[in-house]
């Protein structure tokens, strides 16, 4: 984690700062700005992504774009089924000369790692990044090595439905902070790329318009947006909600909750907000929570994916209104209110 007396910036300053790195990138990808954006939250709460999507979409091209806008370390990594979990975290190797062991770093340690086609390896290496994603550290042969900041995986995957590929587990999947795909693009998407793309590479000439303390920064001013009691309970009711549903065998746990609300304190900044709102946490539900749930074997057969059901979750989840004592509960209203604060 970075220190505590790294300065947040000014709402000008962060703005500049947002804006310069989400037009960077936009530059290698077309007609994506909620996707960018996303991914950026992303990074400003002090997570890591997922992005999910058939073959040749751009998932890997967001992954580079975004690494490549910051002036800070970056390492990528080709999971492959013959990967071992020494190659991501490192090794302690015998030095004949000072007879004494020495520890060479793996691949994870850069400030952002993009790891391609993460299911393509075997659960064991997956399993590799699961005290890095947490805790920020690498523990070889009883030493612990502690990651510089900041400090984000950007994991690629495709469908598990697709060949030579193997399904990420849920411990793995809950330590990405949200996972979204990239979809299609539109026709004039498409053929802006065909121009920008035809004739040259655009990410080979994309130049840094960050660093890594400028990211420490913009984390630091995240983290003072404000939350009002009221939306901190509306999120654990939300996340409850999905603990509860009769349409789930494995709900959301504690850490997707806290979660959800550093990726809403993100959002809220990057739309210029010091607070933030009820709507924040429902337009996240989706990328937040539905990676980290499973559907029960019914719900399964039925077809009902988890995004749909998160989707009547929220529909149905009353907003919140003043909070009672001693414990919070929300009534439903119509045209539940709360005011520009989000109290």
């Given at each position: 984690m970075f220190e505590e007396t790294t300065a947040p910036l000014?709402?000008?300053?962060?703005?500049?700062?947002?804006?310069?790195?989400?037009?960077?990138?936009?530059?290698?990808?077309?007609?994506?700005?909620?996707?960018?954006?996303?991914?950026?939250?992303?990074?400003?709460?002090?997570?890591?992504?997922?992005?999910?999507?058939?073959?040749?979409?751009?998932?890997?091209?967001?992954?580079?774009?975004?690494?490549?806008?910051?002036?800070?370390?970056?390492?990528?990594?080709?999971?492959?089924?013959?990967?071992?979990?020494?190659?991501?975290?490192?090794?302690?190797?015998?030095?004949?000369?000072s007879r004494e062991f020495e520890f060479k770093p793996g691949a994870v340690f850069a400030n952002i790692v993009v790891g391609d086609e993460i299911n393509r390896a075997s659960p064991k290496t997956q399993s590799?990044?699961?005290?890095?994603?947490?805790?920020?550290?690498?523990?070889?042969?009883?030493?612990?090595?502690?990651?510089?900041?900041?400090?984000?995986?950007?994991?690629?995957?495709?469908?598990?439905?697709?060949?030579?590929?193997y399904p990420l587990p849920e411990a793995q999947r809950d330590r990405f902070t949200a996972r979204i795909a990239m979809g299609y693009p539109d026709a004039a998407a498409e053929i802006a790329m065909l121009d920008a793309h035809g004739g040259s590479d655009p990410l080979a000439s994309l130049v840094p318009v960050s660093d890594a303390l400028t990211v420490r920064r913009l984390?630091?001013?995240?983290?003072?947006?404000?939350?009002?009691?009221?939306?901190?309970?509306?999120?654990?009711?939300?996340?409850?909600?999905?603990?509860?549903?009769?349409?789930?065998?494995?709900?959301a746990s504690p850490r997707a909750t806290l979660q959800l609300l550093r990726t809403?304190?993100?959002?809220?900044?990057?739309?210029?907000?010091?607070?933030?709102l009820p709507d924040d946490l429902q337009a996240l539900a989706v990328p937040v929570l539905a990676h980290r749930i499973i559907p029960t074997a019914d719900a399964h057969l039925t077809r009902r994916t988890t995004d749909a059901i998160l989707a009547d979750l929220v529909r149905k989840l009353p907003l919140p209104i003043e909070r009672q004592q001693p414990h919070p509960t929300y009534a439903a209203r119509p045209g539940g209110r709360y005011d520009s604060r989000g109290r």
């Open positions: 000014s709402a000008g300053e962060f703005q500049t700062a947002a804006s310069a790195i989400v037009a960077n990138v936009e530059q290698v990808i077309e007609g994506k700005t909620a996707t960018v954006r996303l991914a950026l939250a992303v990074l400003l709460a002090e997570g890591h992504l997922l992005i999910e999507d058939v073959p040749g979409v751009g998932k890997t091209m967001l992954a580079k774009a975004l690494a490549r806008s910051i002036d800070c370390s970056v390492r990528r990594i080709q999971f492959t089924p013959d990967l071992l979990p020494s190659d991501v975290t490192g090794v302690s190797v015998y030095n004949q000369e590799a990044l699961l005290e890095c994603m947490e805790e920020h550290q690498v523990t070889v042969d009883s030493v612990s090595y502690t990651l510089q900041a900041p400090f984000m995986v950007i994991a690629t995957q495709n469908p598990i439905e697709m060949e030579g590929t984390i630091a001013t995240v983290r003072n947006i404000h939350v009002a009691e009221t939306v901190k309970y509306y999120a654990v009711n939300l996340v409850n909600s999905t603990r509860e549903a009769s349409e789930l065998r494995l709900g809403a304190r993100a959002v809220a900044a990057l739309e210029g907000r010091d607070y933030v």
